[in-house]
């Protein structure tokens, strides 16, 4: 069994189209989060929600627009995208929105814009 | 502000040779520490981590110890494999209120350990 899970695995798109990426979580987590990892592996927090409410929303192009229909599922949807925009997408989640609890990532999601 | 400061990599090592990449870290408040380790094509996954002064946390053969007085939470391991080859990422967060919402992320530091 999956505990985070993330579709698609990759994803290989024009500049200008607009993607969708999926992440489910089936541990009964409360929180989740989406990062962008770069090709030297830098992490950067980008969104999290915390029973459905957004609670961290860093600087991000607003193309980038999150969405959380119920606790278990967290979609990050991007509009326009840019060729700065590839980059290894990794969901996570944990049972809290303290970040002293630990975190439970996905595979991850390459995204490689042309 | 909050910060954590980890050695560049890439780190190469033989089999059986001893590992340490070190970790500093810039914090107010009482952070709890975390190592997180991501295998190759793979997402992160937590390897250990301490929450006070002192406290070690220990995982896999990889141990790190809690040091205030030198802010530090350096990843030991005694003798590597080569299944141990990834991206190694140190991480604080911190209970101060206002900001206890996310980890303060490492560069990482990639391991690359041969036969």
């Known amino acids: 069994d999956t505990a985070v899970s993330q579709t698609p695995k990759y994803l290989v798109t024009q500049m200008g189209n607009d993607k969708s990426i999926k992440c489910e979580q089936n541990l009964g987590h409360d929180t989740m989060y989406w990062y962008k990892q770069d090709s030297k592996k830098f992490l950067k927090i980008m969104f999290s929600y915390n029973n459905k409410e957004l609670i961290i929303n860093e600087t991000v192009p607003n193309r980038f627009s999150p969405k959380s229909p119920d606790k278990a599922h967290l979609n990050l949807h991007i509009n326009s995208l840019e060729l700065g925009d590839s980059a290894v997408y990794f969901c996570?989640?944990?049972?809290?929105?303290?970040?002293?609890?630990?975190?439970?990532f996905g595979p991850g999601t390459r995204l490689t814009v042309l | 502000g909050n910060s954590v400061t980890q050695m560049e990599g890439p780190v190469t090592l033989s089999e059986e040779a001893f590992l340490t990449i070190n970790c500093t870290y810039t914090a107010t408040g009482y952070p709890s520490l975390f190592w997180y380790v991501q295998y190759p094509g793979e997402g992160l996954q937590l390897l250990l981590k301490?929450?006070?002064a002192d406290d070690k946390g220990s995982n896999k053969g990889f141990e790190a110890t809690y040091r205030k007085e030198t802010t530090s939470f350096h990843l030991e391991k005694g003798s590597v494999q080569v299944s141990d080859s990834a991206v190694y990422f140190c991480a604080l967060s911190d209970f101060n209120a206002g900001n206890n919402r996310k980890l303060i992320w490492g560069l990482g530091t990639s391991l690359a350990v041969n036969p």
């Open positions: 996570a989640s944990s049972p809290g929105h303290a970040s002293y609890n630990e975190q439970f």
């Open positions: 301490a929450t006070k």
